[in-house]
């Protein structure tokens, strides 16, 4: 039965209390002081409200509010469940839900209201979150920045707003990094989860392909490379909100290997001695920025104090990246076509209304044959059966999250007008992040951890993936790696004080 907890006496009569105390808790921590009568849902989602007004204008990152229906929900009775009375926020992008419209960050589908509650959302709501509204992302999910012209500027790092916050949960990140909440909802296609967790200094977990429900409204997102997911400051909430959402919805049309147990469970037990293969060079063996390689070579070596077996990662020559990735861009055009063609419905295109880049993909996905869409899928397959085979000789690959530190705000506009350029040309997308859109095409899991920061304060996000279906494997390792090297400390240097400005 819910729980209702309208018209409680205020346990804060002095806000600044009540804020400090907010900010210093993982969403864990907060549901807990919610079960044990210590702070109430309002406090809490009054608190997110004050610190959305006080930091969003400086980071642009909550760009839908519905503070009467996150209102309305606590005083209807929240669910009991493991994050009861905690405020949360949805990408403006995906978890369709009647009351929360959304954007698609596209000045094209401003205001696009659903018929249906998504499945992903029905579960992220049974958990008890509080949500109040929706953050950025890039027009349609594409490109490892959030800067669509739907919100009029850039989603900016708190970390140094002069900086990507990353894309495309980028408001997310943004959000939760600036500590306006504890954990938000993302997605991931190509590293859209990882993408803004390394960026902000957060965790992003993108489990194995069909770990998480896509329905009712799809059986699967850019041909079940992308998948939904949170970003968050702490393992444990990711690993809760995991167990609450894992498992296929009704009709879909495979699942993942099946659990042995909770992904809160396997934070508790040893991962045992692994074979860990880390790369200070893309797979395709170019060079990394500097602090990425630290970041790497730091990450090894505790990993071999840990007792794991560690070596450096020597790639087979026919790996074939560069082609997945191609077959990758070819993929994610004609569903961004597709996007766009569903809202006009044979009408034509206001070319004002999108972004450089959705133009360039529709013109790019009309070059596209049925006979060369199904090729690019058999290239994204063909290529998860080679990275199978490199899990036959480690059980634990280690990089960076990106190539470099969190990019300058307009480095990546999306206003190009040519598609395989913006992805795959010198000096792009896939330069800047050469290796999680490699684990949405084998569908394997992978996590970026807080692990390191630059010498000038940006966070540089440390990568860990395994096998298909190990997710309990990857998230009893990242928790060894929690317990060792904790990050909570550094990121409230950050949150108590709010987003630094150059």
Not at 50 to 78: F, K, P, W, Y
Request: charged share 20%.
């Amino acid at each position: 039965m819910p729980e209702i907890r309208h018209n409680t006496p205020p346990h804060y009569e002095d806000r600044q209390t009540m804020k400090d105390t907010y900010l210093k808790q993982d969403a864990t921590g907060l549901a807990a002081m919610v079960a044990k009568g210590e702070v109430t849902p309002d406090e809490l989602l009054e608190t997110a409200l004050a610190l959305t007004e006080d930091r969003n204008q400086a980071l642009n990152a909550v760009v839908m509010r519905h503070d009467e229906v996150a209102r309305q929900a606590i005083r209807d009775g929240l669910p009991k469940g493991p994050f009861s009375g905690v405020p949360f926020l949805l990408k403006d992008l995906g978890a369709e839900a009647r009351a929360y419209p959304t954007n698609n960050g596209s000045r094209l589908m401003l205001g696009t209201k659903s018929a249906y509650d998504s499945e992903i959302f029905l579960r992220m709501q049974a958990t008890g979150v509080v949500t109040y509204g929706r953050t950025a992302s890039p027009e349609l999910g594409v490109g490892p920045v959030t800067e669509a012209q739907a919100y009029g500027g850039p989603t900016r790092n708190p970390w140094n707003t002069g900086h990507t916050s990353g894309g495309s949960s980028g408001g997310a990140g943004a959000a939760v990094a600036a500590g306006i909440v504890p954990m938000a909802h993302g997605s991931d296609g190509g590293g859209s989860v990882r993408i803004p967790a390394s960026s902000c200094g957060l965790v992003g977990f993108k489990p194995t392909r069909a770990r998480l429900p896509d329905g009712p409204a799809a059986g699967e997102g850019w041909a079940g490379m992308a998948t939904d997911g949170v970003l968050s400051r702490s393992l444990r909430d990711t690993a809760a909100m995991l167990d609450a959402c894992t498992g296929p919805d009704l009709g879909a049309p495979y699942w993942a290997p099946p659990m042995q147990g909770t992904h809160l469970q396997a934070m508790q037990r040893d991962p045992g001695k692994l074979r860990v293969r880390y790369a200070t060079t893309t797979l395709s063996g170019v060079p990394l920025h500097p602090e990425c390689v630290a970041a790497v070579e730091k990450t090894a070596r505790l990993l071999a104090d840990l007792g794991h077996e560690v070596e450096a990662f020597r790639p087979a020559p026919d790996l074939g990246v560069e082609a997945m990735m191609l077959a990758w861009t070819q993929i994610v055009a004609c569903g961004t076509a597709l996007s766009v063609q569903s809202v006009l419905k044979g009408a034509p295109l206001d070319p004002t209304k999108v972004e450089g880049v959705t133009r360039a993909a529709i013109a790019y996905a009309a070059q596209i044959s049925g006979a060369d869409y199904l090729a690019a899928i058999e290239e994204v397959h063909g290529f998860g059966r080679r990275m199978a085979h490199v899990f036959l000789d480690c059980d634990v690959l280690l990089t960076p999250t990106l190539a470099t530190p969190p990019a300058p705000v307009g480095k990546y506009k999306p206003d190009f007008e040519d598609f395989v350029a913006y992805r795959n040309g010198p000096g792009s997308v896939f330069d800047y992040s050469p290796f999680t859109a490699i684990f949405n095409a084998s569908g394997q899991p992978a996590v970026t951890l807080p692990l390191h920061w630059s010498a000038d304060d940006l966070p540089v996000g440390v990568h860990l993936a395994t096998a298909f279906g190990e997710d309990e494997r990857l998230i009893s390792l990242s928790a060894q790696i929690e317990r060792a090297a904790p990050w909570a400390a550094k990121q409230l240097s950050l949150i108590e004080g709010g987003p630094r400005t150059p």
